[in-house]
């Protein structure tokens, strides 16, 4: 289990005992909004969501990125992408799943708010592909073992998959955040795109805990942790977290 790079940093905040840190600054449960878990991954929403549905898978231990997955967590996280996926159909009618990674490298790369490996889901296809080539950085053909050895060669990388096909995009030298806006860019689209990108609330620290966002979170567990119910039936977790609501 421990590889070098499993040393979980105490000012990790997707690391007891920070994890739930954000949320509550924002006032959001924590815990709580733990739609799913297993061994491996927490399944939450993201604490300043860019859209309805967007939520955050993270490893319960401590790991740099997906590149750093071995064989075994890299199958376990296609699998909570699926579930995922059938979720998004029962809450949103839509059976497309965005799913983006800033794949860190080293501290930071790739745009990377937080060096903890998770992946970034979303309802839908916006387009983030063709935004993110647009800014000059094409896309390869992605799986475990081409993020792995970007990885294990020192390169962050971007990771999208979008209408079924996932791609790695150079991750080096992009600006903080940089998927997070090349979403925002994508779902706003037309001539509005730079006026409502230019008050940056695509960085999640601008807008987690303002009331639109923290209505978008607590609209997102809502409707998830139905589709949860639904599709899992109800859980005796999740019946004890609903009694705290
Ligand atoms: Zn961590
Ligand atoms: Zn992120």
Known sequence: MAEPSAQ???????????????NAMAHLPGEASVLARDRDFLLMPDVAPLADGHLLLVTREHRQCAGDFDERLWDRALRWRDRVARLYLHAYGTGELLLFE????????????????HWHFLPGAPGVRAVVEEQGLPGAPAGHAALRARFRTGRSYLLIEERGTATVHPGDGVR??????????????????????????????QTF?????????????????????????????????????
């Open 209 to 245: 805990g303002l009331p639109d966002s923290r209505r978008r979170f607590l609209r997102t567990l809502r409707a998830l942790r139905r589709a949860v119910s639904a599709l899992d039936g109800p859980s005796p977790r999740d019946q004890r977290d609903d009694s705290h609501q």
């Open 8 to 22: 979980p940093g105490r000012e990790c905040v997707l690391c007891p005992p920070l994890r739930f840190r954000i």
């Open 176 to 205: 903080g955040q940089f998927l997070r806006w090349a979403v925002a860019a994508a779902l706003d689209g037309g001539p509005e795109r730079e006026t409502a990108l230019a008050g940056g609330t695509w960085r999640w620290q």
């Open 102 to 117: 800033h794949g860190p490298a080293l501290s930071q790369g790739g745009g990377a708010c937080i060096d903890h490996a």
